[in-house]
Structures are given as C-alpha cells and as structure tokens.
T-cell receptor
C-alpha cells in the first residue's frame, strides 16, 4: 500500500461546480498535512495547511480525519483558474514531505 | 523576497553522462530539500539538509547520486552516470525553522532533465 494515495482523476467539472478530493495516508504518526497546487510544468505551491479542526480559505475548505486517516479538499464555485493538479502532502517529526501522486482538475467553461 | 533559485532549467544528456544541478534557497532558510518528480507522480524526497548537515538521504540512490551543501546555503545535486529512468524534474525546496508544528516548504522552478 502506498503511503499517500490520491485518486488521479481527471476530474472535469463545469464552472461554478463544487468538487471534492480525498487523500488517504497509511502512517498514523504523520503530524502535518498540506494541500499543494501544481500547474502544468510549474513547481508545487502551498495551497493550504490542514488542521484537525478544519480550515477554510475563501472557496477552499480542508478537513483532516485522523481516525480514518484521510484529508479532504473542497472547492466551491470552481473557476477556470482552479484547473491544476492538487497534491496532498504530509510530514512527520522530521518535517519531510511525502506526496501523493496528485489529482488532476479541469474546470470547463 | 526572492524565491528558491535553480539552474539550469532544462538539461538533455545521454545515458552514462554526468549532470549537476544547483539550488540557492530563500535567504535564511536553514533546511533544504531535493525532490525528484517523475511525470505523473508526486515529488519524491531524495535528500534533506539542515544547514550543511544531512538529515535524511535514505531515498537517494547513492551509487549514482550525490549532493552537498558545503556552506549551509546553496546546494548541488549530481548524477553520475545518468540512466534513462533519471529523466524527471528535480525540485529544490527550502524552509525555515519556525518552531511551529506546520512548516511551509517553498519550491524552486525545478530542473527538467531528459536522459536519452
């Protein structure tokens, strides 16, 4: 079993739709969780950190479920500019990031 | 604030040749990471430095890959000799020691390597 698993997609959604991604992890000792966005042929950029209490940043909401060992990302009112690959990452005490393979999102006009 | 700098941006070599990549982290960032990202996959950590010391190199193929960060600032990653399967984007990232539970890693633009 991979340490971090994501549905690769692609997710093709119309503008204005709500879309959700999940990411499961196997290491229960993982301490910090993140969602990164990666545009085609670009470097990953931090979208948001994920806290146990959940957090929201505008149209984006991230949740952590430690009991079931998954994190989620919800995007509301999708924009064309949200088209990208979304990587989940997690780290332990050494602060090294382990990434999933990413979920590809395309928002259609 | 200047971001993480990497060079070259692209490199094409033949198998069995050598190649080196350079990274200059964000000023003041003590921790530096090298990742390998193969097409269709997420970045995979190769090596982590804390200042000029190696924290983790367990996933670095040491028979052909080497990395150094001699003065605790910039770093080089070398492959010698290269294999076809080394074709990937090599990403450098850096982070500061903020002391909190959540530490942001900032990525450079990457070096895209093609081995023929």
């Amino acid at each position: 079993r991979k340490e971090v698993e994501q549905d690769p997609g692609p997710f093709n959604v119309p503008e204005g739709a709500t879309v959700a991604f999940n990411c499961t992890y196997s290491n229960s000792a993982s301490q910090s969780f993140f969602w990164y966005r990666q545009d085609c042929r670009k470097e990953p950029k931090l979208l948001m950190s994920v806290y146990s209490s959940g957090n929201e940043d505008g149209r984006f909401t991230a949740q952590l479920n430690r009991a079931s060992q998954y994190i989620s990302l919800l995007i509301r009112d999708s924009k064309l500019s949200d088209s990208a690959t979304y990587l989940c990452g997690l780290s332990g005490s050494a602060r090294q990031l382990t990434f999933g393979s990413g979920t590809q999102l395309t928002v259609l006009p | 604030e200047a971001g993480v700098a990497q060079s070259p941006r692209y490199k094409i070599i033949e198998k069995r040749q050598s190649v080196a990549f350079w990274c200059n982290p964000i000023s003041g960032h003590a921790t530096l990471y090298w990742y390998q990202q193969i097409l269709g996959q997420g970045p995979k950590l190769l090596i982590q430095f804390q200042n000029n010391g190696v924290v983790d190199d367990s996933q670095l193929p040491k028979d052909r890959f080497s990395a150094e960060r001699l003065k605790g600032v910039d770093s080089t990653l070398k492959i010698q000799p290269a294999k076809l399967e080394d074709s990937a984007v090599y990403l450098c990232a850096s982070s500061s020691i903020a002391g909190g539970p959540v530490e942001t890693q900032y990525f450079g633009p990457g070096t895209r390597l093609l081995v023929l």
